[in-house]
């Protein structure tokens, strides 16, 4: 759960603030783990799919070690 918050935060801050976030969803496809004591790199990209007016549909993207975490991630703003 917090690989999609992180991916939340990183949508709302392109966005503008949390209020411009208008729906944000996602799958879980493969866990990320983080060893004790470790850190790990979450890289986030997002494609502009669609542009209505002030609507925006994001495609997002989250890996982690190369592998896809979520699936399916997809957000509207309001921009």
Same mark, same amino acid.
């Given at each position: ?5 992180? +991916?939340?935060?990183?949508?709302? /801050? ?6 411009? +976030? #208008? /729906?944000?969803?996602? $799958?879980?496809? #493969?866990p990320v783990i983080?060893?004790?004591?470790? #850190?790990?790199?979450?890289? %986030?990209?997002?494609?502009?799919? /669609? !542009? =209505? @007016?002030? $609507?925006?549909?994001? =495609?997002? %993207?989250?890996?982690?070690? @190369? !592998?896809? +975490?979520? @699936?399916?991630? $997809?957000? %509207? +703003?309001? #921009?």
């Amino acid at each position: 759960m917090l690989t999609m918050a992180l +991916v939340g935060t990183f949508i709302s /801050e392109w966005a503008g603030g949390s209020a411009h +976030v #208008k /729906e944000f969803s996602a $799958r879980f496809i #493969k866990p990320v783990i983080v060893p004790a004591g470790e #850190k790990v790199d979450l890289t %986030v990209t997002a494609t502009v799919t /669609e !542009v =209505d @007016g002030n $609507r925006i549909k994001l =495609d997002c %993207v989250a890996t982690s070690a @190369g !592998v896809k +975490v979520l @699936g399916m991630a $997809r957000a %509207v +703003v309001i #921009k």
